[in-house]
């Protein structure tokens, strides 16, 4: 009989489609996918990729990213109820009320927000370039930086710019505390410890660097250090164990997971394949308004 993991690879082949999956996923997911990155990276596979079909493991402004660039491919998502809490923070209107207030300001939207809100984004960033994106704002006045209030001040901190912020935030992120930072340290005084610029900036300031799931994937293959602590959502800790056997990875906190990113299983991902659902598709008016800011942002290099 074939296994799970058989059918998968098989329909996958006769469906032309390609399997990305983000850090977070579980580990028996990461092993099947094609590519595993974090978000900017997906955003690149996404709009490169050859593939008919992309099935998403991953969170549904994600898929909607995918499907926005590469409109002439199928975008399914195994579980379409995983969404991201931090980008159901704002609404448009919310969006638009904000840009009221403030009518000059340049906007920078944070990939974790919805399509129709990047329809009123000038450029988006995701925690990778986040920084570069802001510092690229030269000419402008104000810069609104929405949803995500700790991005935002470590960016801030970063660049040197006054950002008018939002108050979202990822509730995964916020659990990981300074005294989970504290307590790591104590047991685990070599390591190195690494946060995700999603958490709070008690936790940043007591970590040696603040970096991206894909820029910590580099950071530590690069490292001559041994032991690592991790200060984000723990599915980032087994890829990072298994691209580097030799090293030793300890999360901050075990309570530091994403619900919504752990909705995907491997049964989800073959039904997606089987049945070809739940496809993911933005409305043609708001995909063109909200690629303008995702391809603003990919532009830089
Ligand atoms: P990365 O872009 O670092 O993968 O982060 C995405 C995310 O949702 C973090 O919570
Ligand atoms: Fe959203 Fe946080 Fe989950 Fe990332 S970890 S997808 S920001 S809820």
Redesign the pocket.
Known sequence: MQSLNEKIQKLKKDRHAVIVA?N?QMPEVQDIADYRADSLELSRIAAKTDAKVIVFC??H??AETASILSPDKTVIMPDKN??????NMITVEDLRELKSRHPKAAVVGYV?TSAEVKTEVDICCTSTNAAKVVSSLKDAEEIIFIP?KYLADFVSKKTGRMLISWDGY????VKILPEDIIRSVRLHPKAKVIA?P?CRPEVIALADEALSTGKTCEYVKKSEAKEFVIA??VGLVYRLQKDNPEKKFYPASEL?V????KRTTLEKVLWSLEEMKDEVRVPDEIRKKAKKAIDAMLAIP
């Not at 995983?82 to 980008?87: K, Q, S, T, W």
């Not at 990822?170 to 992120?173: A, D, K, N, R």
């Open positions: 983000h977070y991953g969170v402004f994600m995983a969404g991201c809490p931090m980008a974790n995500d990822c509730p995964t992120h995700h999603e984000t959502e530091a994403c619900p919504n990113m």
